[in-house]
């Protein structure tokens, strides 16, 4: 963990992210007289080449972030919608009651480009130019691969070989996956972001080349791009080929915008989350849960007690119940579902053994949750133990994403979990340089439910990042990659520094959890009442009282679950703090 006096910081600031080359970005961000913001954006593209099995240009990209003139949280929705042409229809003529997780079928708008610039534009001090610029380097180049990169690869080589021929040229150029550390290069990448860039300075001014920048995207050569590759059929993980449904009015007619951010209180602590259109709520209800056990809460030498474990695993199976009945883009209850009297309502359903049921609250109505639900129970989806994705042979994924959090001197201060547009997601498009995300697989086909399918509409994402108020004032951002379990493993974190006492890095540090009793995100959106998931490092005791309270234990090992990173600034003084995750031997967190 590193740490900063503020009198010796002067512009500069703290990065923590999933990759040491995008944290590193950031600070040379900060180091150039840049802002958190600029550091943010620029640390976010370099992101796109050097965690491309987690994340893309094709993606989306969501935020929480306050200023340091206004420190109310606002959040930044960079998620685009579903085509106008996807319909529940189009699906059941074509014979399916789920949506594929690759392919071009389950794609959305691509929001990552918008929701960057606009960030940048509104908030940032530096010209697109001066952020892309490493991250076109990198790709133009050669960026070393992590081990993850190539395995990816290698689950989907078949696939690319025999359907995906443009993602078998990026790579697979010799027949093989990239080997670990090898440099990698994608020229086409390189090629489509310096004509974005070319387009965004053919006019003048900072605010107005960004500007430009994000129409080339979405009514020009891009756009154009993404709709004539759209219309080839290419395989899935149906077994079928099938073409995209994306329209060039579909790109043009949105852009990212900002939203006003959900704070929920905690007493000292104030959480910070996304609306009931994201996951995000869910954290914030298995912390209300839990605050009316703190008495029984408690970490022994950085290490969770199995009664802590037990309480908040049974915490998060009812909020997540409550997610799959209630939460999507559409009015969402969320006066209701975080209330003192509902919550009260739910706790007294957490017993001393672990529940096996799917059990959604009474919100003003009666919860409704999807018929396929019992066909889905127990289904085989690869394992969720490491919270990446898991890659099935047919591309199909059960995680995602990446992280990154920054805040500098001044007291700019943002979290967030760029995702989508991974390499496997679909197919590359080959003159662009990059593929399009998977994210509208998150749908029901079911019609009558928050998240059912209806063009024009966000699917229910897991990209959750966090914010944390401490008496009314900014302190901490944070967050994990990881789908569902994000708003999981970012409990573990809470409550080891908010209950435990531990700092940023060891409450990052210490050992995590995570249960799969609640329907997956992600195809084929299976679940498995019971399963609980942990590291080792809880102790034997600890694992063999889980399981003697009918919680099917999965150990995963000792360092497995997570990629948290966390910054954070004291309000008194000034400190910042950051703190990365030691999992993987890749999360980095710099400062000065």
Not at 286 to 304: K, M, T, W
């Given at each position: 963990?590193?740490?900063?006096?503020?009198?010796?910081?002067?512009?500069?600031?703290?990065?923590?992210?999933?990759?040491?080359?995008?944290?590193?970005?950031?600070?040379?961000?900060?180091?150039?007289?840049?802002?958190?913001?600029?550091?943010?954006?620029?640390?976010?593209f370099v992101l796109q080449v050097?965690?491309?099995?987690?994340?893309?240009?094709?993606?989306?990209?969501?935020?929480?972030?306050?200023?340091?003139?206004?420190?109310?949280?606002?959040?930044?929705?960079?998620?685009?919608?579903?085509?106008?042409?996807?319909?529940?229809?189009?699906?059941?003529?074509?014979?399916?009651?789920l949506i594929p997780g690759s392919g071009l079928l389950p794609a959305t708008v691509p929001g990552a480009w918008d929701g960057w610039l606009l960030l940048l534009r509104d908030h940032g001090t530096k010209s697109l130019r001066d952020v892309l610029g490493y991250a076109i380097s990198y790709a133009r180049n050669g960026i070393p691969l992590v081990d993850r990169v190539g395995n990816t690869v290698s689950a989907v080589q078949q696939l690319f070989t025999d359907h995906w021929p443009t993602s078998a040229a990026l790579w697979l150029p010799d027949g093989k996956p990239p080997a670990p550390r090898a440099l990698h290069r994608n020229p086409a990448l390189a090629d489509t972001w310096e004509r974005l860039l070319s387009e965004a300075e053919s006019v003048s001014g900072r605010e107005a080349q960004l500007d430009a920048g994000r129409r080339a995207w979405s009514h020009g050569f891009v756009a154009e791009a993404i709709v004539a590759f759209n219309r080839q059929a290419f395989r899935d993980?149906?077994?079928?080929?099938?073409?995209?449904?994306?329209?060039?009015?579909?790109?043009?007619?949105?852009?990212?915008?900002y939203e006003d951010a959900l704070v929920t209180d905690?007493?000292?602590w104030g959480l910070v989350k996304m609306g009931g259109w994201t996951q995000g709520p869910a954290l914030a209800q298995?912390?209300?849960?839990?605050?009316?056990?703190?008495?029984?809460?408690?970490?022994?030498?950085?290490?969770?007690t199995a009664r802590t474990v037990h309480l908040a695993v049974e915490a998060a199976k009812l909020a997540f119940a409550d997610r799959e009945a209630w939460y999507g883009d559409t009015d969402v209850p969320l006066d209701v579902l975080l209330s003192a009297e509902y919550t009260a309502g739910r706790r007294k359903l957490i017993t001393d053994e672990a529940s096996a049921e799917l059990r959604p609250g009474f919100a003003g109505s009666a919860p409704k949750l999807p018929a396929i639900l019992s066909e889905l129970r127990g289904m085989a989806a690869g394992s969720?133990?490491?919270?990446?994705?898991?890659?099935?042979?047919?591309?199909?994924?059960?995680?995602?994403?990446?992280?990154?959090?920054?805040?500098?001197?001044?007291?700019n201060m943002i979290s967030l979990t760029p995702s989508g547009g991974w390499l496997q997601s679909s197919p590359t498009i080959p003159e662009l340089g990059f593929c399009l995300d998977s994210r509208g697989q998150m749908f029901w086909l079911e019609q009558g439910l928050p998240n059912s399918l209806r063009p024009g509409k966000r699917p229910r994402i897991t990209l959750s990042p966090s914010m944390a108020l401490r008496d009314g004032e900014p302190t901490i951002a944070f967050?994990?990659?990881?789908?569902?379990?994000?708003?999981?493993w970012q409990l573990c974190f809470w409550l080891a520094h908010t209950l435990g006492g531990l700092n940023l890095q060891e409450s990052i540090d210490s050992p995590a959890w995570h249960t799969t009793a609640f329907p997956s995100s992600f195809y084929p959106r299976s679940w498995t009442p019971r399963e609980l998931?942990?590291?080792?490092?809880?102790?034997?005791?600890t694992i063999d009282t889980l399981a003697s309270w009918g919680h099917d234990v999965i150990d995963a090992g000792d360092w497995a679950l997570g990629r948290l990173s966390a910054v954070s600034r004291d309000p008194r003084t000034g400190i910042l703090r950051a703190a990365a995750n030691a999992r993987g031997m890749q999360g980095y967190a710099a400062g000065r």
């Open positions: 963990m590193f740490t900063t006096r503020p009198e010796l910081a002067g512009t500069y600031g703290m990065v923590a992210s999933t990759h040491w080359l995008a944290s590193a970005t950031g600070m040379a961000m900060l180091e150039s007289g840049g802002n958190a913001f600029d550091a943010a954006v620029a640390a976010g050097a965690e491309p099995h987690l994340n893309g240009p094709g993606g989306q990209v969501p935020g929480i972030f306050v200023t340091a003139a206004d420190k109310t949280p606002r959040v930044l929705a960079g998620q685009g919608p579903s085509p106008a042409a996807a319909t529940p229809e189009h699906f059941a003529d074509l014979g399916l009651d993980d149906s077994g079928r080929d099938h073409a995209g449904l994306l329209t060039g009015d579909d790109l043009a007619n949105w852009s990212a915008t905690l007493g000292e298995q912390a209300l849960l839990l605050n009316g056990f703190r008495d029984e809460l408690s970490y022994v030498d950085g290490i969770p969720g133990a490491t919270g990446e994705p898991t890659i099935g042979p047919q591309g199909q994924t059960r995680g995602d994403t990446v992280h990154l959090d920054v805040v500098d001197a001044a007291g967050g994990t990659p990881g789908g569902d379990q994000q708003d999981q998931v942990v590291e080792s490092r809880l102790g034997r005791s």
